[in-house]
């Protein structure tokens, strides 16, 4: 009992010492990002619009949905068919909590205090993945059911649909890659256009460029890239097979890793 | 202590700071002096560890600023008073500062009362007055209780009280054995804060040494002599004691070289009598304009060199 007794008599000053750590830089980028109206903004939009697109749709199809099966795939089309929407406004969200940095030469106040650098980057990417994944898939979900109800037919039911899930988990998934691409771009390019016209050119712009060259290695390199392997995820109708689709998943993955380790470097050899 | 040592930084071609070396000393203010361009921002910044030199080296209380286990508590500084998001509130930027350390929000409450800037912390920076947005920078400079502060032009944009207030604020911090770090363009302002002073220009270090040291190294020290009749009895015997002695008026000696007490030693001897016998004080502005007048990156006589 003695020697717990003489530690809290003089521990606590030791244990409450301030100390660099990554949980508290996870809570300071979080402060960081929800301090700016943008954020708020933007996360708002990527949660309601979607919601919003997926009722106008499923009312504009209710007749042409004979049959359960018709009506479940409806609702699925219903969330899948404008995800480029949400997704436009995260890898703008993405972008503007990297660009925010360098507004004014915010980073020199922040590099200040974490002279190491690269763990403000990925105290950032936690912070963007998750506010990202978490309102992509309650917007997904929500979508879903707001859809599946106005096309009745049972199709509520089809939230446990393995299909239905999968494209859910797949859409929150791949927006929170891209939502970390476009933070890494942004803090590389440190201009809020410039970061979002080379996000979207890396997804889009790219691939295409390189599809063009007609040479079949080149074609499926290209086929590896975020953009195509997105609608793999985001798509009900993407190749089946447990193998493709966790093979999607591990070239978002990499792609994603690569971009932020480009980040990283760049961040922390550049002076601010 | 922060101890730089043979600090070099090229971009480019340019030249921005050469084969710099200095100790700002715990428990004494420092001031950085120099002409815009010389190069304070710059080894301000490479002594954060924010700009990599080109070469040379700086230590923070003995090793590099970057392994810090808690930086916030080794140095705190204000590099740039306006390098804060514009869309945050003070507190939310405080908060997150002190979040990176697990410093608690009582903390933040401390700062924005010392700095004076309870009133306003639930405002966006971006609606702030410079005045109010220097305060800012010394409030996060502050929040870890530093052991040492380095603040980069910290009186640029506040009034009279508010200059008061950065004077006595360092003044009060070294006293309870901070290392403090101030640069200035402010001759006048530095020679009322600063215990010691290093003198840039053009990126190369033009003195160092205490603000009295620095003050006779730029002047030798003089004394004004006035005499009540011709005084070349005296100027010779001055000249033979190994002083110099130069006339710009009638019967007024300034001599350098020897002080006002052999002076008066030798008019006694010669029997002249004295009207006046003035040893002359220079300012630090003075000083400064003397060190400087070579190393200037650009004057107004429109040559830029």
């Known amino acids: 009992m003695t020697a717990p007794a003489a530690r809290a008599a003089t521990a606590p000053v030791s244990d409450r010492a301030p100390r660099l750590a990554f949980g508290g830089l996870v809570a300071s980028e979080s402060l960081k990002a929800r301090g700016l109206r943008s954020t708020w903004w933007l996360l708002s939009l990527a ?4 919601i919003v697109v997926a009722l106008v749709t499923a009312l504009t199809r209710r007749d042409g949905a004979a049959g359960a099966d018709a009506a479940l795939a409806e609702a699925v089309g219903a969330v899948t068919d404008t995800n480029y929407l949400p997704l436009l406004l995260v890898v703008v969200l993405g972008t503007l909590v990297g660009t925010a940095e360098y507004e004014r030469g915010a980073v020199l106040a922040t590099f200040a205090v974490v002279p190491r650098r690269v763990p403000v980057v990925l105290a950032k990417v936690v912070v963007v993945a998750v506010a990202v994944a978490v309102v992509s898939l309650v917007s997904a979900v929500v979508s879903f059911l707001v859809a599946a109800t106005v096309l009745g037919q049972g199709a509520v039911g089809g939230i446990t649909d393995p299909v239905v899930l999968r494209v859910v988990a797949g859409t929150a998934f791949y927006q929170a890659a891209v939502a970390v691409i476009a933070l890494a771009l942004g803090l590389v ?12 050119g890396f997804l889009y712009v790219v691939p295409a460029l390189l599809q063009a060259i007609p040479v079949d290695a080149v074609d499926r390199f290209a086929r590896t890239l975020p953009g195509p392997e997105g609608t793999v995820l985001e798509l009900p109708d ?3 097979g447990g193998a493709t689709l966790a093979w999607s998943v591990l070239a978002v993955l990499v792609w994603t890793a690569v971009v932020v380790a480009v ?4 961040v922390r050899r550049r002076d601010v | 202590m922060i101890e730089v040592e043979r600090l070099t930084k090229t971009y480019g071609d340019t030249l921005a700071v050469d084969d710099l070396s200095f100790v700002v000393r715990t428990g004494r203010v420092t001031g950085l002096l120099g002409p815009n361009g010389a190069g304070k921002s710059t080894t301000m910044r490479m002594i954060l560890g924010l700009h990599r030199p080109t070469s040379g080296t700086v230590r923070i209380d ?3 600023f970057i392994d810090d286990p808690a930086p916030l508590t080794a140095v705190g500084a204000m590099l740039d008073a306006h390098a804060v998001h514009p869309g945050r509130t003070a507190r939310t930027h405080l908060r997150s500062v002190a979040l990176t350390h697990r410093l608690p929000a009582a903390r933040v409450d401390e700062v924005l009362e010392t700095t004076g800037l309870a009133a306003v912390a639930g405002r966006r920076i971006g609606t702030y007055s410079l005045g109010m947005g220097q305060r800012l920078g010394i409030a996060a400079a502050l929040l870890g ?9 910290p009186v640029n944009g506040l009034d009279p009280d508010g200059v008061h207030w950065v004077r006595e604020l360092v003044r009060g911090l070294a006293v309870q054995g901070t290392t403090v770090l101030v640069s200035s363009h402010l001759m006048s ?4 804060t600063a215990d010691d002073v290093v003198v840039l220009g053009r990126g190369r270090l033009v003195a160092s040494g205490t603000v009295e040291e620095i003050v006779a190294a730029a002047t030798g020290g003089s004394v004004r002599v006035r005499t009540t009749e011709a005084a070349d009895a005296l100027a010779a015997e001055v000249r033979a004691s190994g002083g110099a002695v130069a006339s710009t008026e009638e019967r007024v000696l300034t001599v350098t070289g020897l002080s006002s007490d052999e002076v008066g030693a030798l008019a006694m001897r010669t029997g002249t009598t004295l009207a006046e016998l003035v040893p002359q004080h220079v300012s630090l502005e003075d000083a400064f304009f003397e060190l400087t007048k070579d190393a200037v990156e650009f004057s107004t006589d429109g040559a830029s060199r």
């Not at chain 1, 949660?47 to 979607?50: R, S, T």
């Not at chain 1, 390019?189 to 979207?200: F, K, P, Q």
């Not at chain 1, 980040?263 to 760049?266: D, G, I, Q, R």
């Not at chain 2, 209780?145 to 032009?153: C, G, H, M």
């Open chain 1, 47 to 50: 949660l309601l619009v979607p």
């Open chain 2, 145 to 153: 209780r530093p052991r040492t502060l380095v603040l980069d032009e």
């Open chain 2, 189 to 192: 302002e530095m020679s009322m």
């Open chain 1, 263 to 266: 980040a990283c470097a760049v």
């Open chain 1, 189 to 200: 390019i440190r201009s809020s256009a410039g970061g979002i016209a080379s996000t979207l």
């Open chain 1, 238 to 240: 993407g190749p089946a």
């Open chain 2, 62 to 64: 003995g090793k590099p």
